[in-house]
């Protein structure tokens, strides 16, 4: 079934758009185009796709006398045609009339479109870091016991490959009181801020939350729910970290808080309260124009290698895992989870960090994958804890380090 466009242009549901004219038949899209056919889409069509593959003709001819064209189009309201024009003019660069214009979208209002002229403007940056895959000695299987905010501090810039955490639950253990919500969030935000400056450029912050249910002060009351995850993610991609995946870690019922007994006594309309057992494992990477492949090329294939992902793996954003219990630590991560995290989002070698460590079990996820662990956990027990399960269980060959904080930060003003 074909729906006639202009004269000479026919659309198949199943084919691209041609021009069949004068013996020959050319592609919208391609430099044979006709100019004149690809001003009428891109005036008179309403699909997106057409009028860009327009605008993609006008370009490929790379004629300068096309240029009011491309440039009229970067005032669009679609963004899609934004860039599209954008690509066309590229090709003219270095003309001041065109760099003009181009400039001129630093202040563009959609992120895709200051994304591609900042980069495009800006020339290539270095293909090679030499740093890139190497952190401080000093940091390498270290575990301090402190303040995060204050160890921090004396964490260098983009030292650190990884970082996987599950912060304090909000007012629902002794350990983590605030006065208001919002103390609470303005407090995750200060530390996850200085994990961006101390991640290194274009890798992965992992963060496992959940909503926090806070029991009612009496019948008279009603509970409180906080949607912890998704009021701090746009504090998070504001400070310059880059939303990539939404993993559901999802735990079997019988191990989630019953909020449905009572509806399933008396099953009225509006009482309804599902039993939550899901907690949100969100996929965050440090902002940068340069791509995965940059990130990979850093290291050498033999690392690369070393480091390829073999065996089952979570094809969905679904992870089935069942939650684990300790005897000092009431809300501990899951071995499985953490190996997981550790072998896809990072390469034997990596400097693997938790400012929430609790009782390290994600330091000996990355010990026992052959990466580095820095840890820092502010309360004595859980310190404790960690000194049982890293000393008894690793025969690595750079033994775990413990410091308090204040000795740490002695130790980086020396050696850092």
């Known amino acids: 079934m074909e729906a006639t466009i202009g004269k000479g242009i026919s659309r198949s549901r199943r084919m691209p758009t041609v021009y069949e004219g004068a013996g020959s038949t050319q592609e919208l899209g391609s430099a044979a185009f006709p100019v004149e056919k690809s001003l009428y889409i891109l005036e008179r069509s309403t699909s997106t796709v057409e009028r860009k ?86 940091l390498k299987n270290l575990v301090v016991e402190g303040d995060v905010t204050q160890t921090l501090m004396h964490v260098p810039d983009e030292s650190i490959h990884l970082t996987f955490t599950s912060p304090p639950y909000y007012n629902a253990r002794d350990y983590s009181i605030y006065q208001t919500y919002e103390e609470y969030i303005d407090f995750l935000e200060g530390v996850f801020s200085q994990v961006h400056r101390v991640t290194k450029e274009g890798r992965f912050f992992i963060l496992n939350t959940s909503p926090v249910i806070i029991p009612r002060a009496g019948r008279k009351y009603s509970s409180r729910r906080y949607p912890v995850p998704f009021d701090i993610h746009a504090r998070l991609t504001s400070m310059g970290w880059e939303f990539i995946d939404d993993i559901v870690w999802a735990k079997p019922e019988k191990s989630a808080k019953n909020r449905v007994a009572g509806f399933e ?152």
């Open 265 to 416: 006594v008396n099953r009225k309309p509006l009482t309804y309260k599902a039993n939550p057992r899901t907690e949100y494992v969100m996929v965050y990477r440090k902002k940068t124009d340069k791509l995965i492949d940059w990130n990979l090329r850093q290291y050498d294939w033999d690392t690369v290698s070393l480091s390829k992902v073999l065996g089952d793996y979570e094809r969905s954003n679904v992870w089935n895992i069942a939650p684990t219990t300790d005897q000092v630590h009431s809300a501990v991560f899951p071995l499985k989870l953490c190996l997981e995290i550790v072998r896809l989002y990072s390469f034997v070698g990596d400097l693997v960090f938790d400012p929430f460590a609790g009782s390290g079990t994600l330091a000996r996820a990355a010990v026992g994958l052959e990466r580095y662990a820095l840890m820092t956990e502010i309360l004595p027990e859980y310190i404790s804890r960690m000194k049982q399960q890293l000393t008894s269980s690793l025969t690595d060959e750079r033994p775990f380090q413990f410091l308090e904080q204040p000795e740490f930060a002695k130790a980086a003003n020396q050696w850092l």
């Open 53 to 138: 593959e327009a605008l993609s003709s006008i370009g490929r001819k790379r004629n300068r006398d096309l240029l009011p064209i491309l440039i009229k189009y970067l005032g669009d309201e679609n963004p899609e045609l934004v860039m599209q024009a954008v690509r066309g003019l590229l090709v003219f660069r270095n003309d001041s009339k065109v760099r003009i214009q181009l400039e001129r979208l630093r202040e563009h209002p959609n992120d895709m479109v200051r994304e591609i002229v900042e980069r495009e403007t800006n020339g290539q940056k270095r293909l090679v870091d030499s740093n890139h895959r190497e952190s401080p000695d000093l």
